[in-house]
């Protein structure tokens, strides 16, 4: 069964991707080559390279020797009274996949179990002394906290802009989207001081359609949002199980932890038993698992590892008649990313197809899906979301509440290299994709909020 998104085909074609005959949606095993100082289980060596062939295939993205994956550490707030811990994106910090061109924002060095701390009132430290080159990589949001930031300023100025008749949205644009997560929350509570009104509630009154929801969820601090959209996935008649995969696949265990707890403070519900009672089977058990926020998020990869969980994965599915979901619940809910991205090549030697292709053949719906999901961000991250973004637009209409939900949560991490990766996959812009299909104030601002 195909996800929107997720189409049999694999990723929409782009120059030497994919080889003739391949059936995965992500490059065969050996084209990348793992970091110097990590040989494989057996010592042996990864293939090279092949020749103009790759995902995403143009640009150097990502660049030989890994892919990019997670998202940095700070910048978003988590939300208040959720317990202390990194920023929205923080990832398990990855073992050795760079390539960015970008300025370093961030670093994250491999090696024991991730200590990630939050950088976000400061400026983030060097990398760590010793690492090799491919041991640190940068991920790198669109939007920036604004320098010589005052909050009583820019309340004064959204005042102006709703205040009488008519309302200036173009000032509204130009303040949020230059400022942080973390300083929307200040000038909402500057509003409130110097105004006695609620600044959410004015610009509802103010504002309408999906502008009015792309400013809404800017101002909702990250944890909250993540929250909110997965208990309105689950709210009334049906459950939009792709935000539920969208957000408990991809993020990190600090992260999970806070969603549940804020899920439980703000609507006092207990998401395990929302998600009991609006899924079913082995999906519904693989989001209790990653409910759980316990992936091991050691760093070090373990070749002889990757290669019995590989092995355990082909005699659970290709392997026998029959599919044993259990089997692979286990394994791509508790390894950490940069594991499974080894087993994902260690499994492709051993069943000369490759584990995405394989859980296309063993399973279907929902957990098919939430399944791939995990391991495209293993493979890349910023893949997968500009491949949501891509099927959110592409097409009649516009699943705008993705495109929303996407821009936003992703705005302060990786944007930019979500960005690169979805011009190398469609040969288009994303700025010029949301131009052809959006209009007005909602154009204006989601392309403040891209950048060009």
């Given at each position: 069964?195909?996800?929107?998104?997720?189409?049999?085909?694999?990723?929409?074609?782009?120059?030497?991707?994919?080889?003739?005959?391949?059936?995965?949606?992500?490059?065969?095993?050996?084209?990348?080559?793992?970091?110097?100082?990590?040989?494989?289980?057996?010592?042996?060596?990864?293939?090279?390279?092949?020749?103009?062939?790759?995902?995403?295939?143009?640009?150097?993205?990502?660049?030989?020797?890994?892919?990019?994956?997670?998202?940095?550490?700070?910048?978003?707030?988590?939300?208040?009274?959720?317990?202390?811990?990194?920023?929205?994106?923080?990832?398990?910090?990855?073992?050795?996949?760079?390539?960015?061109?970008?300025?370093?924002?961030?670093?994250?060095?491999?090696?024991?179990?991730?200590?990630?701390?939050?950088?976000?009132?400061?400026?983030?430290?060097?990398?760590?002394?010793?690492?090799?080159a491919a041991m640190v990589q940068y991920t790198q949001g669109t939007i920036q906290?604004?320098?010589?930031?005052?909050?009583?300023?820019?309340?004064?100025?959204?005042?102006?802009?709703?205040?009488?008749?008519?309302?200036?949205?173009?000032?509204?644009?130009?303040?949020?989207?230059?400022?942080?997560?973390?300083?929307?929350?200040?000038?909402?509570?500057?509003?409130?001081?110097?105004?006695?009104?609620?600044?959410?509630?004015?610009?509802?009154?103010?504002?309408?359609?999906?502008?009015?929801?792309?400013?809404?969820?800017?101002?909702?601090?990250?944890?909250?949002?993540?929250?909110?959209?997965?208990?309105?996935?689950?709210?009334?008649?049906?459950?939009?199980?792709?935000?539920?995969?969208?957000?408990?696949?991809?993020?990190?265990?600090?992260?999970?932890?806070?969603?549940?707890?804020?899920?439980?403070?703000?609507?006092?519900?207990?998401?395990?038993?929302?998600?009991?009672?609006?899924?079913?089977?082995?999906?519904?058990?693989?989001?209790?698992?990653?409910?759980?926020?316990?992936?091991?998020?050691?760093?070090?990869?373990?070749?002889?590892?990757?290669?019995?969980?590989?092995?355990?994965?082909?005699?659970?599915?290709?392997?026998?008649?029959?599919?044993?979901?259990?089997?692979?619940?286990?394994?791509?809910?508790?390894?950490?990313?940069?594991?499974?991205?080894?087993?994902?090549?260690?499994?492709?030697?051993?069943?000369?197809?490759?584990?995405?292709?394989?859980?296309?053949?063993?399973?279907?719906?929902?957990?098919?899906?939430?399944?791939?999901?995990?391991?495209?961000?293993?493979?890349?991250?910023?893949?997968?979301?500009?491949?949501?973004?891509?099927?959110?637009?592409?097409?009649?209409?516009?699943?705008?509440?993705?495109?929303?939900?996407?821009?936003?949560?992703?705005?302060?991490?990786?944007?930019?290299?979500?960005?690169?990766?979805?011009?190398?996959?469609?040969?288009?812009?994303?700025?010029?994709?949301?131009?052809?299909?959006?209009?007005?104030?909602?154009?204006?601002?989601?392309?403040?909020?891209?950048?060009?």
């Amino acid at each position: 069964m195909s996800y929107p998104g997720y189409p049999p085909s694999g990723y929409p074609g782009f120059p030497g991707y994919p080889p003739t005959g391949q059936e995965s949606v992500y490059p065969p095993a050996g084209q990348y080559t793992y970091p110097a100082g990590y040989p494989p289980a057996g010592g042996g060596t990864y293939p090279a390279a092949p020749p103009n062939a790759g995902y995403p295939g143009a640009a150097g993205y990502p660049a030989p020797g890994g892919y990019p994956g997670a998202p940095q550490a700070g910048g978003m707030p988590s939300y208040p009274g959720a317990p202390a811990g990194p920023g929205f994106g923080v990832p398990p910090a990855g073992p050795a996949f760079g390539g960015y061109p970008q300025p370093p924002v961030q670093s994250y060095g491999g090696g024991g179990p991730a200590q990630i701390p939050d950088y976000s009132g400061g400026q983030a430290p060097s990398p760590m002394p010793g690492l090799p080159a491919a041991m640190v990589q940068y991920t790198q949001g669109t939007i920036q906290a604004a320098p010589n930031f005052d909050a009583n300023r820019d309340a004064e100025i959204l005042r102006k802009a709703m205040k009488g008749f008519g309302t200036d949205e173009q000032a509204i644009i130009n303040v949020v989207a230059n400022r942080s997560n973390d300083q929307r929350q200040k000038i909402k509570a500057a509003f409130k001081t110097m105004y006695g009104k609620d600044l959410i509630k004015d610009l509802k009154s103010e504002l309408s359609g999906n502008v009015e929801e792309l400013i809404l969820a800017l101002f909702m601090p990250s944890t909250y949002y993540d929250a909110w959209s997965l208990r309105h996935a689950m709210k009334g008649v049906g459950t939009q199980e792709r935000v539920l995969i969208e957000i408990l696949c991809t993020r990190t265990n600090q992260e999970i932890r806070d969603i549940v707890n804020c899920y439980k403070s703000e609507f006092g519900r207990d998401i395990e038993q929302d998600i009991r009672a609006d899924t079913s089977g082995h999906f519904e058990r693989l989001l209790i698992s990653m409910c759980q926020g316990n992936r091991d998020e050691n760093q070090n990869v373990d070749y002889q590892k990757a290669q019995e969980d590989a092995q355990r994965l082909y005699q659970a599915g290709e392997g026998r008649l029959g599919t044993d979901e259990s089997c692979f619940n286990m394994v791509l809910a508790s390894r950490s990313f940069p594991q499974l991205k080894a087993t994902v090549e260690a499994y492709s030697r051993i069943a000369n197809r490759d584990l995405l292709s394989s859980i296309d053949r063993e399973f279907s719906g929902n957990v098919e899906r939430g399944l791939k999901a995990i391991l495209q961000c293993a493979l890349n991250r910023p893949a997968f979301f500009a491949e949501r973004l891509y099927y959110s637009m592409k097409g009649a209409g516009t699943d705008d509440s993705t495109l929303i939900r996407i821009i936003v949560t992703r705005s302060e991490i990786d944007l930019v290299q979500i960005k690169q990766v979805f011009s190398q996959m469609y040969q288009k812009t994303l700025a010029s994709m949301i131009s052809s299909d959006t209009s007005g104030d909602y154009r204006r601002l989601l392309l403040a909020i891209v950048g060009q």
